[in-house]
């Protein structure tokens, strides 16, 4: 049985670089059109507005005074490489699992990108509720929560897979 493409693992490196360039491509953009802090509303829910975050996740450590730019340079460079290797050992027998990684890997590069070239992560989507405030985020979040979701839902899936066997 002849393989299908997407069980190639140079397919889901490419997916991953897709995704990488989207995001930054996303980013470039928002930073040409708004100036930081501004916004741009497009429902009551949602809206855009350019933001810098030092830190990581929900501006975990932003004010620990630059180390910690490296530092999460550091793990995502170790977590690309990871992720690349997972890939490589996946592709062919899981490529749900290794769709997942890629776009974990994909959304990772972008904001390793921002970390070591601009000292920041550029986020600027916003979504809300009234006055309650979900952090700023960017395509590269959202390719790695889409990632981490799929790869959940998969463990779970093959879970209940194996114990009907």
Known sequence: MAEKIYQKAWFWYITALIVLVL?????????????????????????????????????????????????FAIIAIAASVLLSVWIARTAQQKPREAFALAFILGGALGNLYDRIALGHVVDFIVVHYQDNFWPAFNIADSAITLGAAVLIIDMLFNKEKKADA
């Open 23 to 71: 995001d930054q491509a996303s980013k470039h953009a928002i930073e040409a059109a708004f100036e930081f802090g501004e916004t741009k509303v497009f429902t009551s829910f949602f809206n855009f507005t350019l933001a810098y975050n030092p830190g990581a996740a929900f501006s975990f450590l932003a004010d620990a005074g630059g180390w910690q730019r490296w530092f």
